[in-house]
């Protein structure tokens, strides 16, 4: 059973920082890529921040600048760093680890990030 575990959501004032932190256990391998994505009321859940096993980046146009995604591939964990938050960061924060076998993605349960203006 894979689980994944999120942390470091949070209140915080608009400028601040949060780092989120997900943890993958289980029996989990050929890990393709992993990201984090957010959905805040009334919107559509939208991707983030993703990294490729070889390392490739990408994140939305919104947070270029201010989140840093990364990972620690022996802890099978990966971070958000988000710095210079804006309330329109509000949301609940996932995620999703994208396996090359069925069901080819696991989701945490996800985290929710408030910035006060």
């Known amino acids: 059973q894979v689980q994944l575990v999120e942390s470091g959501g949070g209140l915080v004032q608009a400028g601040g920082s949060l780092r989120l932190s997900c943890a993958a256990s289980?029996?989990?391998?050929?890990?393709?890529?992993l990201g984090w994505y957010r959905q805040a009321p009334g919107k559509q859940r939208e991707l983030v921040a993703r990294?490729?096993?070889?390392?490739?980046?990408n994140y939305v146009d919104s947070v270029k600048g201010r989140f840093t995604i990364s990972r620690d591939n022996a802890k099978n964990t990966v971070y958000l760093q988000m710095n210079s938050l804006k309330p329109e960061d509000t949301a609940v924060y996932y995620c999703?680890?994208?396996?090359?076998?069925?069901?080819?993605?696991?989701w945490g349960q996800g985290t929710q990030v408030t910035v006060s203006s």
């Open positions: 999703r680890v994208e396996v090359g076998y069925y069901p080819f993605d696991y």
């Open positions: 289980g029996s989990i391998w050929s890990i393709n890529a």
């Open positions: 990294i490729t096993s070889g390392g490739r980046t």
